[in-house]
């Protein structure tokens, strides 16, 4: 994540139209699902001509990427918004509850988000790129929810036993698998939400 952006000249205006392009995606996969997204469909809603798309997303994959990443700021938004803007501040359970539940669609945006973040780990089944920068994500993730995990170990409000990197391992798993089943109408949203809540108890003795 950049730690800053640039606020004009043309380096704004091209990060404005690339977020206005994901945007479009994101909508797009809102209203009609992933099928739907094509250079035609995201200029149309985009405002925009398919050359210009084109000009910033040549394939469709980048398209999806583009979303995947817009999909990530998004929601990381959305959970400082409901845990706090400063995480490190924050109580790390209710960081780790935030973040979990946020991975399990709970509405129309963060559906288009699962959606378009369970194409892209597709897209990673066939391009060892993708694979890479997956795990270099992931081992980001998991890191950051074992740091939540060890400090309320420290506080004695976990185990102290448990391997903080094993269970940041099983509960990302659960939620992201739960989402798979969310979206494929498998199990309810809030049956989803629910058990990732009683996981995240589970951890606590107090």
């Given at each position: 994540?950049?730690?800053?952006?640039?606020t004009r000249g043309p380096g704004?205006?091209?990060?404005?139209?690339?977020?206005?392009?994901?945007?479009?995606?994101?909508?797009?996969?809102?209203?009609?699902?992933?099928?739907?997204?094509?250079?035609?469909?995201?200029?149309?809603?985009?405002?925009?001509?398919?050359?210009?798309?084109?000009?910033?997303?040549?394939?469709?994959?980048?398209?999806?990427?583009?979303?995947?990443?817009?999909?990530?700021?998004?929601?990381?938004?959305?959970?400082?918004?409901?845990?706090?803007?400063?995480?490190?501040?924050?109580?790390?359970?209710?960081?780790?509850?935030?973040?979990?539940?946020?991975?399990?669609?709970?509405?129309?945006?963060?559906?288009?988000?699962?959606?378009?973040?369970?194409?892209?780990?597709?897209?990673?089944?066939?391009?060892?790129?993708?694979?890479?920068?997956?795990?270099?994500?992931?081992?980001?993730?998991?890191?950051?929810?074992?740091?939540?995990?060890?400090?309320?170990?420290?506080?004695?409000?976990?185990?102290?036993?448990?391997?903080?990197?094993?269970?940041?391992?099983?509960?990302?798993?659960?939620?992201?698998?739960?989402?798979?089943?969310?979206?494929?109408?498998?199990?309810?949203?809030?049956?989803?939400?629910?058990?990732?809540?009683?996981?995240?108890?589970?951890?606590?003795?107090?």
């Amino acid at each position: 994540m950049r730690s800053h952006r640039r606020t004009r000249g043309p380096g704004a205006h091209h990060e404005q139209r690339r977020a206005e392009i994901a945007d479009a995606v994101l909508a797009i996969v809102a209203e009609r699902g992933l099928g739907a997204v094509s250079l035609t469909e995201v200029a149309a809603q985009a405002g925009i001509s398919p050359g210009r798309v084109q000009h910033y997303f040549p394939a469709k994959r980048q398209l999806i990427e583009a979303a995947f990443e817009r999909g990530n700021a998004l929601s990381a938004a959305r959970i400082r918004d409901k845990a706090g803007a400063d995480l490190d501040a924050a109580d790390p359970r209710l960081v780790l509850t935030t973040v979990l539940t946020e991975l399990v669609p709970y509405d129309p945006v963060s559906e288009a988000h699962m959606r378009v973040r369970q194409s892209f780990h597709a897209f990673a089944f066939a391009e060892e790129a993708i694979a890479a920068r997956m795990r270099v994500l992931y081992a980001e993730f998991h890191g950051q929810m074992a740091d939540l995990i060890r400090r309320d170990q420290q506080a004695g409000r976990i185990d102290a036993g448990l391997d903080p990197h094993a269970v940041a391992l099983s509960l990302v798993a659960l939620a992201e698998g739960l989402a798979a089943y969310v979206l494929t109408g498998v199990t309810p949203g809030q049956v989803a939400r629910d058990r990732v809540l009683a996981a995240v108890a589970g951890l606590y003795t107090a």
